[in-house]
């Protein structure tokens, strides 16, 4: 039987050959790509992708680095209005280097936790420089599932992650990033889903969705275990996460 994995994070609207990727990506066992919005334009590209390929699963979000005051009021409206449509509210959270200020940060992000409990939907979390606040706010909200998407954050977190039965997610950044490479060894393989962040470059090279390979070969080598058991748990992982029911025999 041939390996089979997914992509949990892929900024599909920004790809620029994205139906010759996915065919790619296809044909090398990638089942499922989850595309990521960022804003009400990208949102609506995703959800217009999603519906032209069955293998992709549509998130909408609103990202902290396009957060501005006028535009609050419409792009919440807007994820309340579509969150039936998704499989998840994505790509979202607090990044306290980003130029938006903080408190508006803060205030949107809880908003959106909102939402997301309404419709019982996990949460695509962006955490940089807040990843103690995001897991707080996340925790404070009960919220059921969530997705640290390419933690990097500090360690001493993730035994709380954990225990609330929350993801991290692992990209090719792998390869060479400590704080990634800790997270990923110390995380059970349970609480783990792989990623490309395409079309994000790494040392250089803009990433493809068929790169999520490479971040299963990494993380292989950093858990010490066969590629084909990496495999299954985090595809059983991803199946869980976004609702994807088992197909019967």
Known sequence: MELEISDAHAHLNEIS???????????????????????????????????SHENVLPAIGYHPWVI?????HENLSYLRKNAFKVCAIGEVGLDYKAKTPKELQKKVFEEILQIAG?????????????????LQMVKD??????IFHWYSGPKDLLDEIIRCNYYISVTPALAYSPPHREAASYVPLEYILLETDAPVEYRGKESR?????????????IKGLPLEEVARVTSQNFKKVFGILEEKS
């Open 209 to 221: 969705i068929v790169d999520v390979w490479e971040s299963l070969k990494f993380l292989s080598e």
């Open 68 to 72: 501005s005051y006028e535009k609050v």
């Open 118 to 134: 309404e419709y019982k939907k996990p949460l695509i979390i962006h955490a940089r420089y807040s990843h103690k606040t995001c």
């Open 17 to 51: 050959d994205l139906d010759r990727q996915i065919i790619e990506a296809k044909n090398k066992n990638v089942h499922y790509i989850v595309g990521v919005g960022m804003g009400i334009e990208s949102n609506e590209k995703i959800l217009k992708i999603a519906n």
């Open 141 to 146: 909200r009960a919220i059921t599932a969530a």
